[in-house]
């Protein structure tokens, strides 16, 4: 049973290579035909059209390669038992080249650089076989001396080498969205056009000016690479040898012996290969940044800005109406506080596709940060929303993350909102009232759904406005928050010659962690955070003029909402006045948002503040696409590297090329580096030789009251169990 269900598909594939080795016999014979002498040319396109026959399906479409070349052979007047032979070694030839690309893993559409050099080289190693063996043929055979028989052998490896060169990436290379734009097609084809039209001028001037009038044709071979790539530089080049051919006339000679019009062809196909790869590498990079701004790296789901785009898109589609769903995670703080951030970044990722699974097919999902979550239904009614809600609510009940031996379950409590193109409503204004509509399911018990209703708004919103407010003016005034300092060590001079911390807020009650995470998204929420980093910067000015004749520097982060508000630059900048300090002790930290959003009153108060002697740093550097093409435009003094991939140093091999290449980049510009969440001693002579000019994080300083301080300059390297500079340097 199993014989006779295999041989229908024997009868297939014997069918498949009787036609493809009849087709690539009657090219090779074409090709003899086409060419006015009959012998040593340089176009002999069954070559490169087997090498792409059997990459592209198998190397058991080998005995088409035989045939072609043994007919090849014949028409040019070879004996068949001689012809035979020489198909053989072309066979031979053809199946080397496939076993280097098949070992060296090189792709069809030759997508890269390493892809092209490799596709290059291979071509290269398997046509050199020709050398020696056809080289030894000539000689033993025909009893010719060794320099003529090797100097048949170079022809054979050129002619060889060029026909892979020109015509296998005209087959394998091609896709079917390789010319999806129509302008893309209309250069295309004009610059094929353009190259047969010029090569037919070329062939009826004067001989002694056709070589010089050849370069003319190779601009179009450029466009040809642009608009399609490896394909479209190929199908040029293959028309560039047509002409080179027709250029020869009656006088063909060797290969060998027209070496620079063959050369001239060949830099030409290369040189297209080359620019189609830079083209698609671009492209493709292109792609890359577009799709990291739109989506959550840690999820793979759209990010907020990508969401309040679609949910604007919404708000100017007429009659339609769309439910919004806002989706809060209840419990999962448990997860990250019990297992570290590393596990809850592992158990959103889960829980997203959980939760992407549940959607309707039509539904727009984004992660608006943290453990929330944002959903857009079209077309929908309250019954099909509640339905929605519904599943979201059973399958988060039943999803379970563990670690070790803990396992952990969420919940979710859900606001939704309705809306529709007539209501006059921003972005902002619709996912506001879904966050109220949660909020309000938060209050009512979690894990629930809450409908928005304009009596929840009017009632939270006055609520939670005065409360919060009151909250926080008595916190300020009361020392419930406290300024702690962690500092920041130089690795590449002593420690003791500056002291550098940066300030961070906590609460008064060491014991409720939380509570200063609470109180500032509060703050955030509700456009009172702006008072909390004024306070801070306030309370710093006063801590360094009590610490006047010390080389004392610290670093305040500050929000994009802070540096656009009303009188912040007027602050910062009477600060060093009125506190008798030099303005560049003082540090504004800001994060990735003043870039992505390019805030111009942001941007504007940055660079007058820089202008005074402040200095400017980069948080979070490297951890997004953005953060590189800003630095050219943010008055940016310092970066500090993503804490991320400093944590993984040792671990992943790819964190040390990171991290190597964003110090790169920053010294390239003049900036200063500093290396976050430095929590191993044992990187910290890595880092000073990758280039990082400073290091905080856990091992060399837990962060303590900025009050207690001491006078005395210490090097927090020795203090924490760790060499110190002159120690540390005598180890690396």
């Known amino acids: 049973m199993k014989v006779s269900a295999r041989l229908p598909e024997q009868i297939h594939f014997l069918w498949r290579l009787i036609a493809a ?38 190397a058991r479409y080998w005995p088409a390669v035989l045939a072609s070349n043994t007919v090849l052979s014949m028409a040019v007047g070879t004996p068949f038992v001689v012809a035979l032979g020489v198909g053989w070694l072309q066979v031979l030839i053809v199946m080397v080249a496939l076993a280097l ?28 076989l020709a050398l020696p063996v056809y080289g030894f043929r000539m000689g033993l055979v025909f009893h010719y001396p060794l320099s003529q028989a090797l100097a048949f052998g170079a022809d054979y490896f050129l002619t060889a080498f060029f026909s892979f060169l020109i015509f296998t990436p005209l087959i394998v290379a091609w896709s079917a969205n390789a010319l999806t734009q129509r302008s893309k097609r209309w250069v295309f084809a004009a610059s094929l056009a353009a190259i047969a039209t010029a ?18 044709l190779l601009p179009f071979v450029v466009l040809s690479a642009v608009a399609a ?7 040029a080049a293959a028309i560039l040898t047509l002409v080179l051919v027709a250029m020869a006339g009656n006088e063909a000679v060797p290969i060998t012996d027209n070496i620079l019009r063959v050369s001239f062809v060949a830099i030409a196909a290369l040189t297209g290969y080359l620019l189609a790869v830079v083209f698609r590498e671009r492209e493709h990079a292109a792609v890359e940044m577009a799709y990291r701004a739109r989506h959550d790296p840690l999820t793979g789901l759209m990010n907020r800005y990508e969401f309040e785009s679609r949910l604007a898109v919404a708000l100017c589609d007429p ?76 399958a988060i009940r ?26 006059d409503l921003s972005p902002d204004d619709v996912l506001g009232r879904a966050d109220i509509a949660c909020y309000t399911a938060k209050e009512h018990g979690r894990n629930r759904t809450h409908v928005f209703n304009p009596a929840d708004a009017n009632m939270h919103q006055r609520h939670a406005e005065i409360q919060e407010l009151s909250q926080l003016q008595s916190a300020l005034a009361s020392g419930l928050f406290q300024l702690y300092a962690q500092r920041i060590v130089k690795l590449d001079g002593p420690a003791e010659s500056e002291l550098f911390y940066e300030v961070l807020l906590h609460h008064a009650d060491s014991k409720d962690h939380r509570a200063i995470e609470d109180m500032l998204g509060m703050a955030r929420r509700y456009g009172l955070i702006a008072q909390v980093d004024r306070w801070v910067f306030e309370q710093s000015a006063r801590f360094l003029q009590r610490q006047a004749g010390r080389n004392m520097r610290l670093s305040i982060n500050v929000t994009a909402t802070t540096l656009e508000s009303d ?58 696409v953005a953060s590189f093409g800003y630095l050219s435009e943010l008055p940016v003094s310092i970066v500090k590297i993503d804490g991320r991939f400093v944590r993984d140093l040792g671990k992943d091999p790819a964190a040390e090329v990171v991290i190597r290449s964003l110090a790169q ?32 994080g856990y091992a060399i300083h837990r962060p303590e009251p900025l009050i207690s301080i001491e006078a005395s300059a210490r090097d927090p390297l020795r203090d924490h169990g760790m060499p110190g500079q002159e120690g540390a340097q005598l180890k690396s």
């Not at 984004?366 to 599943?391: I, K, N, W």
Request: proline residues 3%; aromatic residues 8%; contains cysteine.
């Open 101 to 128: 690309l098949h070992r060296w893993d090189v792709h069809l559409f030759l997508s890269d650089m390493r892809q092209l050099g490799r596709f290059v080289l291979a071509l290269v190693l398997a046509s050199a």
């Open 567 to 624: 009188g912040f630059q007027q602050l910062v900048l009477g600060l060093p006045r009125q506190h008798a300090f030099d303005a560049s002790q003082i540090t504004l930290e800001i994060t990735e948002a003043v870039a992505v959003q390019n805030l111009t009153r942001a941007v504007a108060n940055l660079r007058v503040l820089r202008q005074q002697g402040f200095e400017i740093a980069l948080d979070d550097f490297g951890a997004g």
């Open 319 to 394: 009659g339609r109406r769309y439910a919004l769903m806002y989706l809060d995670l209840d419990q999962f703080k448990l997860v990250n506080d019990s297992c570290g951030h590393l596990a809850g970044d592992h158990m959103l990722h889960k829980i997203a596709a959980t939760i992407q699974s549940a959607l309707p097919e039509n539904a727009t999902l984004a992660r608006l940060g943290g453990d929330e979550f944002g959903c857009l239904l079209p077309d929908a009614t309250p019954e099909q929303a509640e339905e929605v809600a519904r599943r979201l609510h059973d």
């Open 21 to 58: 080795s009849v087709l690539l016999s009657l090219i090779a014979y074409l090709a003899v035909r086409a060419q006015p002498y009959q012998g040593y040319a340089p176009i002999w396109p069954e070559g490169g059209i087997g090498l792409a026959l059997v990459w592209r399906h198998g």
């Open 398 to 423: 039943s999803f379970k993350f563990s670690v070790g031996e803990l396992s952990f379950m969420v919940g979710v409590s859900i606001g939704t909102t309705f809306l529709q193109s007539q209501q």
């Open 229 to 235: 790539r490896v394909a479209g530089a190929s199908a």
């Open 665 to 696: 980049v920053a010294a390239l510009r003049g900036i200063t580096c500093i290396a976050e969440w430095v929590e191993d001693a044992t990187v910290i002579p890595r880092l000073r030789e990758l280039g990082v000019h400073y290091a905080q």
């Open 199 to 216: 090569g037919w001028a070329v062939l009826n001037v004067r001989p002694e000016l056709q070589d010089r009038l050849l370069f003319l």
